[in-house]
């Protein structure tokens, strides 16, 4: 079982960021996915999620109208466009899949947003 994230890197306030997951080893279109993310010293938060079959979704507050989820079953993949990048959405980005008590996690990809 593999999940990688791609995707992240610096980039200025007001910024975009395409967040990629590419899954392998299980059968990615049973499983609902998930992006958190964390900063050094707090708690794991979760941004997005999606059902298996792409939809519906759900937003942290402070992500609404900014990112969006979706995924690709066929490419066995998740993504996470972020418009409107804001300082305070410097974390660590994880993506996570999951089915009942079966869940997955990538390594995560870096997102900082400095000018």
């Known amino acids: 079982v593999q999940l990688v994230e791609s995707g992240g890197g610096l980039v200025q306030p007001g910024g975009s960021l395409r967040l990629s997951c590419a899954a392998s080893g299980f059968t990615f279109s049973s499983y609902g996915a998930n992006w958190y993310r964390q900063v050094a010293g707090k708690e794991r938060e979760l941004v997005a999620g999606i059902s298996n079959v792409g939809g519906p979704t759900n937003y942290a507050d402070s992500v609404k109208g900014r990112f969006t989820i979706s995924r690709d079953n066929a490419k066995n993949s998740v993504y996470l466009q972020m418009n409107s990048l804001k300082p305070e959405d410097t974390a660590l980005y994880y993506c996570?899949?999951?089915?009942?008590?079966?869940?997955?996690w990538g390594q995560g990809t870096q997102v900082t947003v400095s000018s």
């Open positions: 996570n899949v999951r089915r009942a008590a079966t869940t997955y």
